[in-house]
């Protein structure tokens, strides 16, 4: 399966973005979906993350800033970032959990700049 990211961009602080993760038609059944997000220099770090029921767990540099959600019939899951600041700057990084005839890995987007300005 692919993921398709998109929705990055330059904005000033304190202004929004919504990322958006298609993940493409295939065999593969898609679980848990996710952002990760990686600044210059900096570790991957987990971001947000969603179940197939709608059960979300964030990191806690973002709650009550971001929400994260999904629609299961597209296969997509959306990240609406708000009151963004200079440190959310990363590259984002969408992630899915994939099952094919039992076996579980991980699948990665290519990722999106997003470049918050002060």
């Known amino acids: 399966v692919q993921l398709q990211a998109s929705g990055g961009g330059l904005v000033q602080a304190g202004g929004s973005l919504r990322l958006s993760c298609a993940a493409s038609?295939?065999?593969?059944?898609?679980?848990?979906m996710g952002w990760f997000r990686q600044a210059p220099g900096k570790q991957r770090e987990l971001v947000a993350r969603?179940?197939?029921?709608?059960?979300?767990n964030y990191a806690d540099f973002v709650k009550g800033r971001f929400t994260i959600s999904r629609d299961n019939a597209k296969n997509t899951v959306y990240l609406q970032m708000n009151s963004l600041k200079p440190e959310d700057t990363a590259v984002y990084y969408c992630?899915?959990?994939?099952?094919?005839?039992?076996?579980?890995?991980?699948?990665w987007g290519q990722g999106t700049l997003v470049t918050v300005s002060s």
């Open positions: 992630n899915a959990d994939g099952n094919l005839s039992g076996w579980w890995r991980d699948y």
């Open positions: 038609r295939s065999s593969v059944s898609i679980g848990a």
């Open positions: 969603i179940g197939t029921s709608g059960t979300t």
